[in-house]
């Protein structure tokens, strides 16, 4: 894991001892912008902690929620793919309350959009077509498996997190973060072992393994959507701007889902199935809908604001410690099976991500450490190299 966004406190360290006679032009330009622009992905930033706190608060009530609503929504014979697929990103307008709220409020005085480039677009649009189709393997997936068998099969994801963060972000390989990465996948595996032992009444067994294989695809894909997103969000200072690429990038995605769900007749087909076809009738059908839009982007909130304030593995490990939640709520809700193969995955999930925070830990409380007992040589300059070299060989865990 990288720590919050190590550079910018290593830019914030260098601007201090500007006036020693050590600065160069292009710290200088750096922290001229984050004087006009509090750098938001520094832990030093008073507004840190609590956008880590709401962001997770996100992406716990989202996930949670996303994950029941859409199985709710096919049990009581809801069909579309394609519904559930657009719904995934058809809120992205609500996220311009936390782009516009603040500038409005006169918490900053930065305009939203102000510094959307060319290029920031086109970044945007691409990534938002790769999450079009994530959201349509994950509807196809959910469709088919029980929401327990799912959850625990994206888990799976995270070993693909692993390698391209490693190829894409330079990730550093550690004890905790690979121990954390087999355990998940030794419990995505075991449950696969026992998977067709569970199949849902009506689904073919052709069915199930398509639903199994989407399900795949879908960890895959967001596996690869997390480090390329850190990628981008390396040169974004302002959490605003996060937010408004990920409007830009749920548009292209709706996009993509509305292309579909007109060549398919997908919105009469919609009309039809809240009157006659959802056996719970048509306002519990858009109340499902629309509970969908508003939790899934809790749920796109929480992981964007989690990769730009951490790392993309540490949003990965996040979103996977969420999957034993979902599998607790499918449980309790829709009272799928819970045996004794699914109760020893869930405690992998679990130890994984135990072993994860500990690694984390460790980490902090060597740095602690050593900073503590760092002799404070040449006074200013001395003690800013010595800072300096602290947290580059700490940039990873």
Request: glycine share 8%; charged share 10%.
């Given at each position: 894991m990288t720590p919050p966004r190590v550079n910018n406190s290593i830019r914030e360290i260098q601007f201090v001892h500007q006036e020693g006679g050590h600065a160069n032009l292009p710290c200088l330009m750096n922290n001229t912008r984050m004087q006009l622009h509090t750098d938001q992905k520094s832990s030093y930033n008073k507004w840190y902690m609590r956008l880590l706190v709401v962001n997770y608060m996100c992406l716990f009530v989202g996930s949670l929620s996303s994950s029941l609503l859409s199985k709710y929504y096919f049990i009581h014979k809801g069909s579309s793919k394609w519904v559930s697929t657009w719904v995934q990103t058809l809120g992205f307008p609500l996220l311009t309350i936390p782009i516009f709220l603040p500038y409005l409020l006169k918490?900053?005085?930065?305009?939203?959009?102000?510094?959307?480039?060319?290029?920031?677009?086109?970044?945007?649009?691409?990534?938002?077509?790769?999450?079009?189709?994530?959201?349509?393997?994950?509807s196809w997936g959910n469709s088919y498996l029980p929401v327990s068998t799912s959850a625990l099969l994206l888990s799976s994801q995270l070993i693909f997190n692993l390698l391209f963060s490693v190829i894409i972000v330079k990730q550093k390989i550690t004890f905790s973060n690979v121990n954390c990465v087999i355990l998940l996948t030794l419990s995505s595996i075991l449950l696969a072992l026992d998977s067709s032992q569970e199949r849902p009444q009506g689904i073919t067994k052709k069915?199930?393994?398509?639903?199994?294989?989407?399900?795949?695809?879908?960890?895959?894909?967001?596996?690869?959507?997390?480090?390329?997103?850190?990628?981008?969000?390396?040169?974004?200072?302002?959490?605003?701007?996060?937010?408004?690429?990920?409007?830009?990038?749920?548009?292209?995605?709706?996009?993509?889902?509305?292309?579909?769900?007109?060549?398919?007749?997908?919105?009469?087909?919609?009309?039809?199935?809240?009157?006659?076809?959802?056996?719970?009738?048509?306002?519990?059908?858009?109340?499902?809908?629309?509970?969908?839009?508003?939790?899934?982007?809790?749920?796109?909130?929480?992981?964007?604001?989690?990769?730009?304030?951490?790392?993309?593995?540490?949003?990965?490990?996040?979103?996977?410690?969420?999957?034993?939640?979902?599998?607790?709520?499918?449980?309790?809700?829709?009272?799928?099976?819970?045996?004794?193969?699914?109760?020893?995955?869930?405690?992998?999930?679990?130890?994984?991500?135990?072993?994860?925070?500990?690694?984390?830990?460790k980490f902090k409380h060597t740095v602690e450490v050593e900073q503590h007992i760092s002799p404070t040589r040449n006074s200013s300059n001395g003690s800013s190299t010595e800072m300096i070299h602290i947290l580059e060989r700490g940039a990873t865990y």
């Amino acid at each position: 894991m990288t720590p919050p966004r190590v550079n910018n406190s290593i830019r914030e360290i260098q601007f201090v001892h500007q006036e020693g006679g050590h600065a160069n032009l292009p710290c200088l330009m750096n922290n001229t912008r984050m004087q006009l622009h509090t750098d938001q992905k520094s832990s030093y930033n008073k507004w840190y902690m609590r956008l880590l706190v709401v962001n997770y608060m996100c992406l716990f009530v989202g996930s949670l929620s996303s994950s029941l609503l859409s199985k709710y929504y096919f049990i009581h014979k809801g069909s579309s793919k394609w519904v559930s697929t657009w719904v995934q990103t058809l809120g992205f307008p609500l996220l311009t309350i936390p782009i516009f709220l603040p500038y409005l409020l006169k918490f900053t005085k930065r305009i939203p959009f102000s510094d959307f480039t060319p290029k920031m677009l086109l970044m945007s649009v691409s990534i938002g077509v790769m999450l079009g189709f994530n959201n349509l393997f994950f509807s196809w997936g959910n469709s088919y498996l029980p929401v327990s068998t799912s959850a625990l099969l994206l888990s799976s994801q995270l070993i693909f997190n692993l390698l391209f963060s490693v190829i894409i972000v330079k990730q550093k390989i550690t004890f905790s973060n690979v121990n954390c990465v087999i355990l998940l996948t030794l419990s995505s595996i075991l449950l696969a072992l026992d998977s067709s032992q569970e199949r849902p009444q009506g689904i073919t067994k052709k069915n199930y393994f398509i639903g199994f294989f989407c399900t795949i695809g879908a960890g895959l894909m967001f596996a690869l959507y997390l480090p390329v997103m850190q990628r981008v969000y390396e040169k974004v200072y302002c959490y605003g701007v996060v937010m408004e690429m990920q409007v830009i990038m749920e548009a292209a995605a709706t996009a993509l889902a509305t292309v579909g769900m007109a060549c398919e007749g997908g919105f009469s087909k919609m009309k039809e199935e809240s009157q006659t076809v959802f056996d719970k009738g048509s306002k519990v059908y858009w109340v499902t809908v629309m509970g969908n839009v508003v939790t899934w982007q809790l749920c796109f909130m929480g992981t964007a604001g989690m990769v730009f304030l951490t790392c993309s593995l540490t949003g990965g490990i996040c979103m996977t410690a969420l999957l034993s939640m979902n599998v607790l709520g499918g449980v309790v809700v829709f009272g799928d099976n819970f045996g004794g193969f699914k109760a020893v995955s869930t405690l992998l999930c679990i130890w994984g991500f135990c072993s994860y925070v500990y690694g984390i830990y460790k980490f902090k409380h060597t740095v602690e450490v050593e900073q503590h007992i760092s002799p404070t040589r040449n006074s200013s300059n001395g003690s800013s190299t010595e800072m300096i070299h602290i947290l580059e060989r700490g940039a990873t865990y």
